[in-house]
Every structure is written in C-alpha cells, then in structure tokens.
C-alpha cells in the first residue's frame, strides 16, 4: 500500500491548487466545503412544493401538420429541399397527395408503405396512413420508389 504521510507538502506545490482547510471550523470557503452551510433534513416522502389545480381538459383537436422548412444552424435553407432537381424539393412539391414510398432494406428486401405525404425534410419524409391515421417518419436515403395517385 502507498504511503502518502508527505501529501499536504506534495498538493501545495502544484501550480493552482488551493490546500484544504485545515482547521476549519465550517464557516470558511474552502474547494471542499460549500460557502454556505445548508441544513440537512431527511426526507419524508411528503411533496413539499406549491400546491397546484386540477389541469384544463384539452380538447382534442384533428392535427393538421404544418410543412415547414428546415433551416441550418446558421439560418441557410438547405438547396436540396427548395430545387426541385432534388429529390427532397421534388417531393415538397406533393405535399398533400396519396403516395405509395417503396423502401430498399438491406441488399435485397423491398418494404412499401401507402398514406398522404404530409412534410418533406432533408433526410426524411412524413406520411399519414390512411387506415389509422397514424404518422410515419420515413428514412430519405432508404427510398427506391414513390408512387403519385392522381
């Protein structure tokens, strides 16, 4: 086992380093103790905090998603989600018709997911099923084929 019984001498010679307290009797700062001494109590499994009302019931109301476009962190419009040579601005442009997005996984496996194109990101699309009206997240790199019903 180490001995450190040279340890006080040892920290006060590094660069910086502020020594403990030594005779301490609480009301000094020091890296160790806190400037201010709290009082400790044990907890009581009793919430102390405000007393708040009964919420509002919020009434549920159809969502209707609002495409938005995605700005970079320095407040630039990605170019592939404004030009249409693009497949992400292509798509933005229909934004509200019936499609069918068939998905490459793997090397070999097509999946194909039916609903409304709902938003258009940089790397992802947004559909709504028909059936469920649920809304799916749709990885943009993984996308074969999209088919437009008219």
Same mark, same amino acid.
């Given at each position: 086992m ?27 700062? &020091? $890296?160790? /103790?806190p400037s201010? %001494? ?7 499994? !009793? +919430?102390?905090g ?10 549920? &109301? $159809?969502? /209707?998603?609002?495409? %938005?476009?995605p ?5 630039? !419009? +990605?170019?592939t989600?404004?030009n ?13 018709r019936k ?23 940089a ?5 709504r099923?028909?059936?469920t ?9 993984s996308i074969?084929f999209?088919?437009f019903?008219?």
């Amino acid at each position: 086992m180490l001995n450190f019984s040279n340890k006080n001498s040892f920290f006060r010679q590094m660069d910086g380093y502020t020594s403990p307290c030594l005779n301490c009797t609480g009301t000094a700062s &020091t $890296p160790y /103790t806190p400037s201010v %001494q709290s009082v400790a109590q044990m907890p009581t499994g !009793i +919430p102390t905090g405000p007393a708040y009302s009964t919420p509002m019931p919020v009434q549920q &109301t $159809p969502s /209707t998603a609002v495409p %938005q476009v995605p700005i970079t962190s320095d407040g630039v !419009i +990605p170019e592939t989600v404004l030009n249409t040579s693009y497949t992400q601005g292509y798509l933005r442009t229909q934004i509200g018709r019936k499609v069918k997005v068939e998905f490459l996984i793997g090397t070999n496996i097509f999946v194909d997911r039916e609903g409304t194109l709902i938003d258009v990101g940089a790397s992802y699309i947004i559909l709504r099923e028909a059936e469920t009206d649920d809304l799916i997240l749709c990885d943009m790199y993984s996308i074969k084929f999209v088919k437009f019903y008219y």
